[in-house]
């Protein structure tokens, strides 16, 4: 469903003015660029639950003409990359990072060969590591976007081919023991989704 392109991935910052009351019209911001790039490399998701500490999602690209999960943490002060696990011989992308309540991060993608299957990655504050996930098409299955709710139950959205090989939305929910799917499906692809509480969840 992508295709990696030779290209250096830069970070923007929106950097705010000098602290104002709030009376006062704030100061102009400003995007800066993160001088630290990864060559050959593309992000599609980040989640930044404080200013030190920022997670960007995903892949770039190998001698081998194939793509690696890529995690890029923002501590305050310097960027650096994460270990992330991959399945060998497969293209492996990660789409959309979400930081949990209790400090921990979801990631999400997709992996394929000649099919395409979903990626599921936990972060436990120290390592990266695949986790469990669904994958209810034979051909075609994939994840673009995660969020956490405040419980802690993961919300996962993205699509697969149905047995006519049309797209169908498909949402994944993990409450901590098991994934499980949701019922209604709809036409289309869902590219990502927020989390505002339990029973208030939006796609797109």
């Known amino acids: 469903m992508r295709r990696l392109v030779g290209s250096l991935v830069c970070v923007l910052l929106l950097m705010g ?40 999602v995903g892949a770039r690209a190998t001698a081998q003409d194939r793509a690696v999960t890529l995690v890029r943490h923002w501590d305050g002060s310097a960027w650096e990359t994460q270990p992330s696990p991959n399945v060998n011989r497969q293209s492996n992308f990660l789409n959309d990072v979400a930081v949990a309540p209790d400090g921990t991060a979801w990631a999400v993608g997709e992996r394929s060969r000649l099919k395409s299957k979903t990626v599921v990655q936990r972060y436990d504050g120290t390592t990266w590591r695949m986790h469990q996930s669904l994958n209810p098409s034979e051909d075609l299955n994939a994840l673009h976007g995660v969020d956490v709710a405040p419980s802690g139950d993961v919300y996962a959205a993205g699509a697969r081919w149905n047995a006519k090989r049309r797209y169908r939305t498909m949402v994944h929910r993990y409450d901590g023991k098991a994934w499980t799917m949701a019922a209604k499906k709809f036409p289309g692809i869902f590219w990502d989704l927020d989390v505002v509480a339990e029973d208030d969840v939006w796609a797109v």
């Open 17 to 56: 003015g000098a602290t104002v009351s709030s009376a006062q019209t704030p100061g102009p911001c400003r995007w800066v660029t993160d001088s630290t790039t990864v060559r050959d490399a593309v992000l599609f998701g980040v989640a930044a639950p404080e200013s030190t500490n920022v997670f960007a």
